[in-house]
């Protein structure tokens, strides 16, 4: 412990511990310097005021040397020779620019000169580290771990942790220790731990297509067992390698449906255990619907169907052909082909078939004929080419059905351009639509058969087109100063008046002339129109 001091100044002042003085308050006398009736208490109170002040500078300065031990510790070598530790005494002078610093003298049984430490050093050597080497040994380490990411990311990317097994703790085993390395910037371990975990992953890589079969053969071993959960799992893990895989796909397809299928099976096996042959059958049938390559459902289909054959054939052959005289071909072709399901090579009910097929054929494409014929009458021949077409999808070689669609087809079309006109009678007063008016009259008159729907419309085009042809008498009168020009028909000149023949149709007539406004007025010739009088005069100056 540092020695406790007090000494008393020729100036009436007092050194307390850790250098600080205290200084005792002089006597102050009166004016009037009579003794003072106060005296006896201040003599007594003063030395009290001055022990509290020392204890609380002791106090303040042993918390101040405590705090800076905390902030400083000082490390004290032990002896050589296996001796225990020295004894430390540290001792403070008061310094003149208020720096303080520590002495340590060793175990007086060993003298030493004392050694003075700056509480701002470091009491134990750092390690000197060259910057350049370790900037180089992280970013090899960042090399590293980033070559080692990217194949992590391809093997993950195909379910690794569901097929790696051993190999895969054992990379991420590695890459925990390098990432905690680095983390600890033990750059060079973590660098060869990254390496040590990418050749890992990289044989896991090599490796996906041999566990992609395995997971394919023993996803199908599952499904043979009806163990639909192993099955899942093997072609799920399976997808996850080869995403795109056919085989794996529809195998998982199947363990979707295999509890179904499983359920059905057993179902069947109750019912023809029971001897209901029938519901057995059902049973087996709709199972292979959920799964055609389940060999369970098709072989016990195929116990079934032999000991049902006797009891069911004859009977379900008796009713279809019992149906089928009483012209209820449908259901005869129903019952024939339940019988067909029991004995799919029977020649009995191959014929018996192509019995009923036939006449449900003949039946269905009179029924098509009639209506045809019936939406002809009625010139209806979007419906009539409908029920031919479908007459061509049962048999393209029935010659009716191929000529009544080519009829139907140019009556369809003949009809279309008829209604563009009559729609449209404006489009004739172009030259070349004219013309193909005249052509469309033509041709409806050469076309069979000729209703009266279409052949009133016939009429109303010809008038249309008798129309358009008939030019109307159109006067314009000009001041002969402006020079007057119609579009479509040309430039006209100077006059005081002309007279043109104009088809029906819109025209615009425009007056030019030097220093006045130009003048633009559009007429509209109609059909069968009486004489019309337009006057062109620029009258305005500019």
């Not at 079969?213 to 996850?240: C, W």
Request: charged share 30%.
């Amino acid at each position: 412990m540092p020695s406790e001091k007090s000494t008393q100044s020729p100036q009436n002042k007092q050194t307390s511990d850790h250098n600080v003085e205290i200084i005792t308050p002089l006597k102050v006398r009166s004016p009037s310097d009579q003794p003072d009736s106060s005296r006896p208490f201040r003599l007594t109170v003063t030395p009290i005021l001055l022990l509290l002040i020392g204890l609380v500078v002791v106090a303040a300065g042993g918390f101040i040397f405590i705090r800076h031990l905390s902030k400083h510790p000082v490390n004290v070598s032990e002896e050589t020779h296996g001796t225990k530790k020295s004894e430390v005494h540290v001792q403070k002078k008061p310094v003149p620019d208020a720096t303080r610093r520590t002495q340590l003298q060793v175990d007086p049984l060993t003298p030493s000169a004392p050694v003075t430490l700056d509480p701002q050093q470091t009491m134990e050597p750092q390690q000197t580290i060259n910057p350049a080497k370790r900037a180089l040994e992280k970013e090899n380490a960042e090399k590293a771990l980033e070559a080692f990411l990217k194949i992590k990311k391809v093997i993950q990317e195909k379910g690794v942790a569901e097929w790696g097994g051993k190999e895969y703790e054992e990379m991420t085993t590695l890459n925990r220790e390098a990432d905690e390395r680095f983390m600890d910037h033990m750059f060079l371990a973590a660098a060869e731990k990254y390496v040590q975990a990418g050749r890992k992953a990289a044989g896991l890589a090599d490796t996906t297509q041999a566990v992609f079969q395995r997971l394919l053969e023993e996803g199908r071993k599952a499904l043979e067992e009806g163990d639909s959960n192993i099955a899942q799992k093997k072609f799920r893990t399976a997808l996850m390698i080869e995403p795109f895989s056919d085989p794996a796909q529809r195998n998982l397809e199947r363990a979707e449906k295999l509890d179904a299928v499983n359920l059905l099976v057993e179902s069947g096996k109750t019912h023809e255990k029971n001897g209901r042959f029938a519901f057995a059958h059902t049973d087996y049938q709709e199972a292979l619907k959920l799964d055609p390559e389940s060999k369970e459902a098709q072989k016990a289909l195929n116990r079934v169907k032999e000991r049902i054959v006797g009891q069911q054939f004859q009977k379900l052959m008796s009713d279809g052909l019992t149906a089928y005289h009483d012209g209820r071909y449908q259901s005869a072709r129903t019952q024939l082909l339940r019988a067909k399901s029991f004995r799919p090579d029977s020649r009995e009910v191959q014929n018996a078939l192509l019995q009923v097929d036939e006449a449900i054929r003949l039946a269905k494409i009179e029924k098509l004929r009639q209506k045809a014929l019936t939406a002809e009458q009625t010139e209806d021949w979007q419906k009539a080419l409908r029920s031919y077409l479908a007459v061509l999808k049962i048999d393209p070689n029935i010659s009716f059905a191929v000529q009544g669609k080519e009829r139907a087809l140019e009556q369809i079309r003949v009809a279309k351009r008829i209604r563009f006109f009559l729609e449209k009678p404006d489009v004739m007063e172009s030259n070349p639509q004219l013309q193909n008016a005249v052509l469309v009259i033509e041709e409806t008159e050469s076309l069979q058969p000729r209703g009266p729907r279409l052949s009133q419309r016939l009429d109303e085009l010809k008038a249309l087109v008798d129309a358009a042809r008939t030019p109307v008498k159109v006067m314009i009168e000009s001041d002969n100063l402006t020079e007057v020009a119609v579009y479509k028909v040309g430039k006209l000149g100077r006059f005081t008046t002309r007279e043109l023949s104009l088809r029906p149709g819109s025209y615009t007539v425009v007056g030019s002339r030097d220093g006045y406004k130009d003048v633009r007025q559009k007429i509209i010739v109609k059909p069968r129109q009486k004489a019309m009088r337009v006057t062109v005069i620029c009258g305005n100056k500019v």
